[in-house]
Structure formats: structure tokens, C-alpha cells
């Protein structure tokens, strides 16, 4: 998507969901169960404004070193699934959704929940995730569509799409890429030819 279609895009949505709060999504644990093997557990928090339907769901973009079928939620009403690209969801500016790099989607299946009615007090939630092959961390986008809960019977209020993006924290290889394994070696060639001056030096003087 263009920076021009991506800022309309947000714009967009930023008036359609009105003054709600936002999600908030964090990562909560990363666990390890042997070699190359790493459970990652995420938790997050519905806003005093939001609830959800059925078709609401969270995006974790680019979770690195995915292994196949281990995503996991913590209900019957969340269905988890990946996909490499997602449609119709927006990514935090400074971040690509890298189709080479499974996502995460988390979708609600049950049914309506706090979607009238607010606001409530903020609802915590936890046992999302899934398991990688990587221990590294960086950050990366996430993205939510939840439901706005007041005020009812007004345009705009309770049912209303919110769409939040955000950064969170997901998996890497801590192994260095290619540039970096260079910029490494260069700096080590320096460090060998600077130490072997001195030691040059070092004899004449003596």
C-alpha cells in the first residue's frame, strides 16, 4: 500500500472508531522447551470503549520462526490461524507485513461481548501465542479490529468498528544477517591491523 492510500486508509478508521480506547497488546513470556524451541505467550487488555463480535480479530504481523501448527489461544471463541499476508488490516507506520513471514491471527468466533452498553472497566485477556524457532526479539506491528460499546443508539457509537495498531514485541533469529557478519569481520580485520601497528611501534621504540 502507497504512504498516500496507507494514510487515507488510517484516517479512515481513525474517524469511523471515534474516541474509544485502544487495545494494547504485549508480549508476556517467552518460554524455552529444548533446543530451537520457544513458546511465546502474549497478553493484552480491551479499553474501558471496546468489546468484541464475531469476525473481530487481533494481527501479530511477521512472527519469525513460526512452527507450523503451534498456535494457540486460550478459548473455543478464539480461533487461531496464519497467514503470510492480511488483508484489510493496517500496519504501524515504519513497519512492512513481509509476506515472506507468517502472521498471526487471533479471530473471535462467540459471541457479543461488552459491545453495548459501556463503558466497562478495561478487560485483561492472556494465553495467546505460538512457537518459534527463535529466542531473538525485535519489534513489529500488531494490529486489532474490536467493537465500540457506547454510546447506544447513536451513529458511530455502540457497534461501531475500532481499528488500533500498535508495535509488540516478536520473534527473531539471533543469528547476525549477511551485512552484519561483514560489518563484524571488517571491524575484526581493523582491530587485528591496528594491534599490529602498535606491536610494530611497540619494537622500534624498544
Same mark, same amino acid.
Given at each position: ?27 508476556? =513470556? ?19 470503549? +471496546? ?18 501448527? =503451534?498456535?494457540?489461544? #486460550? ?5 487461531? =490461524?496464519? +497467514?503470510?499476508?492480511s488483508s ?30 459501556? #463503558? ?11 512457537? =518459534? ?13 474490536t467493537t465500540?460499546?457506547? #454510546? ?24 547476525? +544477517? ?29
Open positions: 500500500m502507497s504512504m498516500k492510500k496507507w494514510v487515507l486508509a488510517a484516517a479512515a478508521a481513525v474517524a469511523f472508531a471515534g474516541p474509544a480506547s485502544a487495545a494494547v497488546i504485549t508480549l508476556a =513470556s517467552v518460554t524455552t522447551n529444548g533446543p530451537g524451541d520457544f513458546t511465546w505467550n502474549y497478553q493484552g487488555t480491551l479499553g474501558p470503549d +471496546e468489546g468484541v463480535r464475531s469476525g473481530d480479530r487481533l494481527i501479530i504481523f511477521d512472527f519469525g520462526g513460526y512452527i507450523n501448527g =503451534s498456535i494457540f489461544t #486460550p478459548s473455543a471463541n478464539v480461533v487461531g =490461524s496464519v +497467514e503470510n499476508t484489510g488490516a493496517f500496519v504501524t507506520p515504519g513497519f512492512n507485513d513481509d509476506p515472506n513471514i507468517p502472521n498471526l491471527v487471533f479471530t473471535y468466533v462467540g459471541p457479543d461481548f461488552r459491545n453495548t452498553g459501556g #463503558p466497562f472497566s478495561p478487560f485483561d485477556f492472556n494465553g495467546l501465542g505460538a512457537r =518459534s524457532t527463535f529466542s531473538g526479539k525485535t519489534l513489529d506491528a500488531f494490529f486489532t479490529l465500540k460499546n457506547n #454510546p447506544d443508539g447513536v451513529p458511530g457509537g455502540s457497534n461501531t468498528a475500532v481499528f488500533t495498531l500498535g508495535q509488540v514485541t516478536v520473534p527473531v533469529s539471533a543469528v547476525p +544477517e549477511p551485512a552484519t557478519w561483514a560489518m563484524l569481520l571488517g571491524g575484526f580485520g581493523l582491530l587485528g591491523a591496528a594491534t599490529r601497528r602498535r606491536n610494530r611501534v611497540a619494537r622500534v621504540v624498544a
